[in-house]
């Protein structure tokens, strides 16, 4: 009886990790891919080798320890957005194929991360599309197109994650400069009817961001 019950308590404690662990798995993901990019920002062979010039810009972020992020955000395309989507496409450009809602579904996560990068002017584009790192994952289960937003001490990673397939995901992370604005100052550019964000690592944690009702 006390076997049993000994295995019974570690078959739940197994079964509490695993739940962690799904919960998490989006995050965790995120950091695992942001450092991926910290060692490609590192790395001068590579560098060399996909463009044989140097960036004043990578100064600045090879001290950066791309393994401690000291805040993050989620940000999801919103059910409201969904359904703006579908009235703009009706009323405007008529309906939406199959492809043309998954395409936009595809994107809609990483162009966030590319408008902010193509603000800051072509040298800073070579450099974000240079260190981008992506890999592809078969799809978890109630998969959610999303971006994190990663901050660390002197640097910012999103992580872009899309269905690129009908059983697999493509995660995607690059360096992303937000120019003089800071991060709440551009996660409040963002359009609150079309975009949900919530704060996963930092103060803020497990808080909206902006503010329900503002």
Do not use: H
Not at 116 to 144: C, H, I, K
């Amino acid at each position: 009886m006390k076997k049993l019950l000994a295995l019974l308590m570690a078959a739940l404690m197994l079964t509490g990790a695993a739940f962690a662990e799904e919960d998490d798995w989006y995050l965790d993901t995120a950091e695992e891919l942001a450092a991926c990019v910290g060692e490609l920002v590192g790395d001068e062979a590579y560098q060399q080798l996909m463009s044989g010039l140097e960036f004043e810009e990578l100064d600045a972020l090879k001290g950066v320890d791309y393994t401690a992020p000291v805040a993050a955000w989620r940000i999801e395309w919103s059910a409201a957005g969904d359904l703006l989507l579908a009235l703009y496409s009706t009323v405007e450009a008529g309906d939406l194929s199959d492809a043309g809602r998954d395409r936009f579904a595809q994107l809609v996560a990483q162009s966030l991360l590319q408008q902010a990068n193509s603000a800051e002017g072509a040298s800073w584009l070579a450099v974000s599309t240079m260190l981008t790192y992506s890999r592809t994952y078969v799809m978890p289960e109630d998969f959610q197109t999303c971006s994190y937003l990663l901050e660390f001490d002197g640097a910012l990673v999103g992580v872009a994650f899309s269905q690129t397939g009908d059983e697999t995901i493509t995660v995607t992370a690059q360096l992303v400069s937000l120019g003089d604005q800071s991060v709440e100052e551009w996660l409040q550019s963002l359009m609150p009817l079309l975009f949900s964000c919530e704060q996963v690592i930092g103060a803020q944690e497990n808080t909206l961001w902006p503010a329900q009702g503002e």
